[in-house]
């Protein structure tokens, strides 16, 4: 199942029905600012199993959270130094993941065995809508192959997935170009991996 939603101004009754379909345990393809990426519901572990499952990955492997606004970060990640607030603030909306250690509030299924997270605001308005309906983050991770290409047609997407997932929201062909990641958890910031996002301190 493919919407064809508009980025400059996201329909409200198809980002709705998307939400609908995170909180019944699906798994969508959605727009970031970076590729394509694979979203669920927090909240499920079966649906975060999923993800898992289709990547083909390990439990427990990095897994970003997707949030609509900086201030809702505070409550899943343990502490944001004075330095990396002063950074993200800059940053963010825009293509760059932050590594954080993770509070009591993230799901054990969703943290890594560093007991850390990835925190992203990208600069999107259909990942960030889809995130403010649904009331909490998005759990996210990029769409890529076995050989890690990155799918940049929706319709593409729909075709080799339309087994394993329940929707791909289509906003066009995005550009293959992952985020810029940051670690933070030494309280310092450190390049983790040099992507999209400019290094700007």
Do not use: W
């Not at 499920?44 to 201030?71: C, G, M, Q, T, V």
């Not at 932050?98 to 990208?122: D, W």
Request: aromatic content about 8%; proline content about 6%; some cysteine.
């Amino acid at each position: 199942m493919i919407f064809v939603i508009h980025e400059t101004n996201p329909q409200k009754r198809l980002i709705d029905k998307a939400c609908e379909i995170l909180r019944q345990g699906g798994v969508i393809i959605y727009p970031t600012d970076t590729v394509y990426a694979y979203g669920c519901d927090i909240q499920d572990k079966h649906a975060i199993e999923k993800i898992y499952r289709i990547k083909n990955i390990k439990k427990n492997k990095p897994l970003s959270f997707i949030f609509a606004d900086f201030n809702e970060i505070n409550e899943y990640v343990r502490m944001i130094s004075d330095q990396a607030f002063k950074i993200m603030k800059k940053a963010v909306p825009g293509p760059y993941t932050f590594i954080f250690h993770a509070s009591k509030l993230v799901p054990k299924i969703a943290i890594t065995n560093q007991k850390t997270i990835g925190v992203r605001i990208p600069d999107n308005n259909i990942a960030r809508e889809l995130v403010r309906a649904m009331g909490r983050p998005i759990m996210s991770t990029s769409v890529n192959t076995v050989s890690g290409e990155y799918i940049v047609e929706p319709k593409d997407l729909e075709k080799v997935y339309r087994n394993d997932i329940d929707l791909v929201i289509d906003a066009g062909p995005i550009i293959s170009d992952p985020s810029t990641i940051i670690d933070f958890t030494s309280g310092h910031p450190e390049i983790i991996r040099a992507g999209k996002g400019e290094i700007f301190f």
